[in-house]
């Protein structure tokens, strides 16, 4: 099956560094990859949309500045989280899109923790 | 703006019973749901995907049902074990990824 890996899994880093997370897909290729976050107690919530060669599509309250979203080939996609603060601490998961004639399913990475010192 | 809604938020079974836990979504134009385990401090695990056009999936004592027109689907889980104890996400795919809350599953030994 189609798998999708997140590295780290788990980071912790003081206030006002810099964290790049990666979202590969490990046997597919995928145009396009979402990247979610989740804080404590609620759902999974977009923020970006991440196309292969092309700038990333956020939602709206999520600051492109601040969480930068690079696709450089179909199967990597990575988030940089800039000067990171505590409130930024979250579980952050990737998805990638595998296309198999006219449907696409999403297949997830593990998630990666993020605690903000 | 689609709305995804899991009953109920926290389900607390002893091992070896049967267990339905519920989705429900309010645009029916979607085109596949899939249900999802979290463990504490982990990722999420993809339990089942339904395709739109299916009714059900089974896998192992899972099995997920879908009512497309209803906007609704169910997850069953036989004969529970300890081991089941986790949290359940469903999850609609319509153009973009929506997610319930989830349900908080407790299985007592």
């Known amino acids: 099956g189609a798998v999708v890996s997140q590295h780290p899994s788990w980071v912790i880093c003081k206030s006002g560094t810099s964290v790049k997370i990666e979202c590969r897909s490990l046997?597919?290729?995928?145009?396009?990859m979402f990247w979610y976050r989740q804080f404590p107690k609620q759902s999974l919530m977009l923020m970006a949309t991440s196309n292969e060669g092309s700038k990333a599509t956020y939602e709206q309250g999520v600051e492109k500045d601040k969480f930068l979203i690079n696709h450089a080939s179909l199967t990597l996609s990575t988030l940089t989280v800039t000067s990171a603060h505590p409130e930024d601490s979250s579980f952050y998961i990737c998805s990638a899109s595998l296309r198999l004639g006219r449907t696409d399913t999403q297949y997830f990475g593990p998630g990666t923790r993020l605690t903000v010192l | 703006k689609q709305e995804v809604t899991q009953i109920p938020a926290a389900l607390s079974v002893p091992e070896g019973e049967n267990l339905v836990l519920n989705c429900s979504f309010t645009d029916s134009a979607i085109y596949n749901l899939q249900w999802f385990r979290q463990d504490p401090g982990k990722g999420l695990t993809s339990l089942l995907l339904?395709?739109?056009?299916?009714r059900e999936q089974t896998s192992g004592r899972l099995n997920a049902s879908l009512d497309k027109s209803s906007g609704r689907s169910t997850l069953y889980i036989a004969a529970s074990q300890p081991g089941d104890s986790a949290t359940y996400l469903c999850a609609v795919d319509g153009n973009q990824f929506y997610f319930g809350t989830g349900t908080s599953l407790t299985v007592i030994p």
């Open positions: 339904i395709q739109s056009s299916q």
């Open positions: 046997d597919f290729q995928a145009t396009t």
